[in-house]
Every structure is written in C-alpha cells, then in structure tokens.
C-alpha cells in the first residue's frame, strides 16, 4: 500500500527554501515585548495557543470597525461581509488544499466534531463501529463515543505504544472491519508531538468501506496540511494554533457534505459549505483566520499563496527541527529529567513533553514562569495516553517551539528546567 509521508519530515535543512529571518518574524508579535517578574517573556506555550501577529488582529478591527453586519442582504456592509467570508473560505482553502466550498467553521475543534458527529450519526445504528486511538484528544474520541449511548455505535480504540508515544498501526487495521463506518485519528500528538501517518490510516479505512477524520490541530502549525494527499474525507484544525484567533475549521469532502443530513433550523443554507454552520459566525474570527494564513505566506516567496505556504512552512521545518534538537538533547543532560516521544531525528513536531523526577508538572511550570518562561502542563486532554504512561496525577511539562522561537530562549527553558531538578 502506497502512503504519502507528512511533509514535516524534511529533509536537511541546507534543502528548504529561506524564509525571513526570526528577527523579522518576531517584529510582528507584540506579545514578545512582555516582561514577566524582570525577564522578557519566551513563550512554550504554542502547543495550547500561539501568540497573534499585528496583521491578524488589523484585519479583525477593520472588520469590526468598518464592515460589521450580518451576510445575505442588499446592503454595503452585508455584501462586504460576504465578500471577506468568502476571502476567508479561500485563504483557508488553500492553507489545506482543499476548495473553499470544502472550507466550514465553527466556535472550534470540539463543537465541530460534536456537530459533524450528530449529522454522521444519523445514517448508523446498533453494531455500526467507530475506530479512534489511546493517542488522540479527547475531542476526537468522546464526539464518536457520544453515539454509544445515542445510536448504539461501538467504539474501539487501537492502541498506541506509551514508550515510542505512536500509535500502533498493525493494532488499527485489525480493529477496522466490515462494520467499521468511521475512522478517526489525529495526525500529531498534542501532548507528545509525535506524528502519525494519516495517509496510511486513510487508506485502510478508505479500503474497508469507512469515512475518515482527521484531527490536525497539532499538525497544522508544524506542517502544511494536504487534504489531497491524506485521503481524508473530513479534517478540523484551529486557526488559535496558527496563529489566529479562537476559531475552529473544518474541511469537509464538498460531495459528502452535500449528503449530510445536519441539524438546522429549516431556513439555514441547506448546501455545503454552509450547511455545516449553525447560526451567525464570528465574521471577524475568520477575517483574523484568512490573516494568520496570508501572514505566514508573506513570510516566503512565490507565484501563488500555496506556493508561498509550502515554501514557509520548509524554512519553519528547518529551523524548528534545529531549535528542537537543542531542546530535547538539553532536556537529555539535565538529571532527573524524563523526556516522552520521539526523538529529534523522527518525524514529529518541535513540541517537547518531560517530567523532572519528584516535582509535579505544574511546580515546574510555576518555576519557569518566575523565570519569565511560559510552558503548560497537565495531560492537555489527551488523557488516555497520560494515564498509560502513568503520570495521570503528576502531569507532563510540555514546551512547544514557534516560529518566534530562538536559540537564547531553549537555553533560558533549560537553564530553568536544571535549577528546578536540583
């Protein structure tokens, strides 16, 4: 079976196209200006939300300020509404590669999967069979176990393996059978950041008869999704993870869509991509969304916005799998200091998850934030693989690297990390 590997897993750096440099990058973010306690503030805490460049919170206010209104109706502002919606469904359309008639959103990743979960869950009854993993967040396994009790559904969980932090493909495929309707699985590890190969997991669900969901908010930031190459028939990520605001987006196969049966009221659109969004939107989260998008393809050149992101998103790979390996092997020499996942060399995202032996995550964490060093900690909603690993009351300490990372801040992270060890 053919798969098409995750295009984080790059090459050597020296390969990937430039980008602009970090210094120029971080100009754009005012939240870097902050100090915390004396000390400027380093940010590990993209993992759960990235820091907001200027552009995407202008493109907000001007929407606010001089376009406000609600879509559909014969008047300036309704029409300028449409029109940036429609900018917005684009500017995301080609962040996934996908059409903007494929492109919906919602409040975020959660509310999504519930929705989308009711609107599937409509066609199956007893027996029918869901697949999700021990790796994934919560909000891509309890939206398919809600159906349980709602429609008799059953759902199984393959395994992932607590050493390496992956999921277990082998254990996946048995589990996928002729009653199988949908497979869900994320595509990186939010607590861990190790990555899965989707395209594989499409294929086999795509071979048994089965839908596929991808959940690619941890992706996202890291690697420039493909929806194409994935095979995958549904996918949600956060525009808040890239740095954008507080919006959920999901791709959605245009022909499946169309098929749904969704919950709506009977005056709503009754056609993708609409159809998948109740109520009035926040108009202003997705001019911020198409903002986040045409930021980060400003950052490199090329004929056209995709063009523009896949050569981004190559320099980001490059320089955050540099920042990571000074991370994690830092993390390696300091005693006491457990590291989980995947090393620099797999293919994972720069998102390192630890433990210092005798301190809980969240002394830790209150520790580096004294030293204006911003991390998270917790099992992040990803609990099933947290408790599998044990550490369901202590936690793990996740730090995540940026696009605004430097060199300087690891070493303020693992200056930290040591003191707190002794």
Same mark, same amino acid.
């Not at 519930?114 to 790796?135: C, M, N, P, S, Y």
């Not at 939010?190 to 190969?197: K, M, P, V």
């Not at 499946?256 to 056609?271: F, G, N, T």
């Given at each position: 079976?053919?798969?098409?590997?995750? *295009?984080?897993?790059?090459? +050597?750096?020296?390969? +990937?196209?430039?980008?602009?440099?970090?210094?120029?990058?971080?100009?754009? !973010?005012?939240?870097?200006?902050?100090?915390?306690?004396?000390?400027?503030?380093?940010?590990?805490?993209?993992?759960?939300?990235?820091?907001?460049?200027?552009?995407?919170?202008?493109?907000?206010?001007?929407?606010?300020? +001089?376009?406000?209104?609600?879509?559909?109706?014969?008047?300036?502002?309704?029409?300028?509404?449409?029109?940036?919606?429609?900018?917005?469904?684009?500017?995301?359309?080609?962040?996934?590669?996908?059409?903007?008639?494929?492109?919906?959103?919602?409040?975020?990743?959660?509310?999504?999967?519930?929705?989308?979960?009711?609107?599937?869950?409509?066609?199956?009854?007893?027996?029918?069979?869901?697949?999700?993993?021990?790796?994934?967040?919560?909000?891509?396994?309890?939206?398919?176990?809600?159906?349980?009790?709602?429609?008799?559904?059953? #759902?199984?969980?393959?395994?992932?393996?607590?050493?390496?932090?992956?999921?277990?493909?082998?254990?996946?495929?048995?589990?996928?059978?002729?009653?199988?309707?949908? #497979?869900?699985?994320?595509?990186?590890?939010?607590? @861990?950041?190790?990555?899965?190969?989707?395209?594989?997991? =499409?294929?086999?669900?795509?071979?048994?008869?089965?839908?596929?969901? #991808?959940?690619?908010?941890?992706?996202?930031?890291?690697?420039?999704?493909?929806?194409?190459?994935?095979? =995958?028939?549904?996918?949600? =990520?956060?525009?808040?993870?890239? %740095?954008?605001?507080?919006?959920?987006?999901?791709?959605?196969?245009?022909? @499946?869509?169309?098929?749904?049966? #969704?919950?709506?009221?009977?005056?709503?659109?009754?056609?993708?991509?609409?159809?998948?969004?109740?109520?009035?939107? *926040?108009?202003?989260?997705?001019?911020?969304?198409?903002?986040?998008?045409?930021?980060?393809?400003?950052?490199?050149?090329?004929?056209?916005?995709?063009?523009?992101?896949?050569?981004?998103?190559?320099?980001?790979?490059?320089?955050?799998?540099?920042?990571?390996?000074?991370?994690?092997?830092? /993390?390696?020499?300091?005693?006491?200091?457990?590291?989980?996942?995947?090393?620099?060399?797999?293919?994972?995202?720069?998102?390192?998850?630890?433990?210092?032996?005798?301190?809980?995550?969240?002394?830790?964490?209150?520790?580096?934030?004294?030293?204006?060093? !911003?991390?998270?900690?917790?099992?992040? %909603?990803?609990?099933? &693989?947290?408790?599998?690993?044990? /550490?369901?009351?202590?936690?793990?300490?996740?730090?995540?690297?940026? &696009?605004?990372?430097?060199?300087?801040?690891?070493?303020?992270?693992?200056?930290?990390?040591?003191?707190?060890?002794?």
């Amino acid at each position: 079976m053919t798969s098409v590997r995750p *295009s984080i897993s790059g090459s +050597h750096p020296s390969q +990937h196209p430039e980008t602009v440099g970090v210094a120029e990058v971080r100009s754009h !973010f005012p939240a870097l200006e902050r100090r915390h306690l004396g000390h400027p503030v380093a940010y590990f805490d993209g993992p759960g939300g990235t820091q907001v460049p200027r552009e995407v919170v202008q493109a907000m206010s001007d929407y606010l300020l +001089h376009h406000n209104a609600n879509t559909h109706w014969a008047y300036p502002t309704s029409v300028e509404t449409d029109a940036i919606i429609e900018s917005a469904r684009g500017a995301l359309a080609d962040l996934l590669n996908a059409t903007p008639r494929e492109i919906s959103v919602g409040q975020n990743m959660t509310s999504i999967a519930f929705h989308l979960g009711r609107a599937l869950g409509r066609r199956w009854g007893k027996g029918d069979e869901i697949v999700v993993t021990e790796l994934d967040h919560r909000a891509n396994v309890d939206p398919w176990k809600a159906l349980e009790k709602d429609r008799g559904v059953v #759902v199984r969980m393959a395994r992932a393996d607590e050493k390496s932090g992956t999921v277990d493909l082998d254990d996946l495929a048995r589990l996928i059978g002729p009653r199988t309707k949908l #497979v869900a699985v994320g595509a990186a590890s939010n607590a @861990l950041g190790t990555i899965t190969d989707v395209a594989r997991v =499409c294929a086999i669900a795509r071979d048994a008869g089965a839908l596929s969901f #991808v959940d690619a908010v941890h992706y996202a930031p890291h690697a420039l999704v493909d929806v194409r190459a994935m095979g =995958c028939d549904f996918l949600a =990520c956060s525009a808040y993870k890239f %740095y954008g605001p507080h919006i959920g987006v999901l791709y959605g196969r245009e022909d @499946l869509v169309a098929s749904l049966d #969704v919950p709506k009221l009977v005056p709503a659109p009754d056609a993708p991509p609409e159809k998948l969004e109740t109520g009035t939107q *926040s108009h202003e989260s997705m001019a911020g969304a198409a903002a986040a998008v045409d930021f980060l393809a400003s950052l490199a050149n090329g004929p056209t916005r995709r063009a523009r992101l896949e050569r981004a998103y190559a320099g980001f790979h490059a320089r955050k799998r540099e920042l990571f390996a000074r991370l994690w092997n830092g /993390l390696g020499a300091i005693r006491g200091v457990t590291r989980y996942g995947t090393p620099p060399e797999a293919v994972r995202t720069p998102t390192a998850a630890f433990t210092v032996k005798g301190v809980d995550s969240e002394r830790v964490v209150r520790h580096l934030a004294e030293r204006g060093v !911003f991390a998270s900690h917790g099992d992040f %909603y990803a609990s099933t &693989i947290v408790e599998k690993l044990g /550490l369901a009351e202590e936690g793990l300490v996740r730090a995540g690297c940026a &696009i605004y990372t430097t060199p300087d801040e690891i070493d303020r992270l693992l200056e930290g990390v040591a003191a707190v060890a002794r």
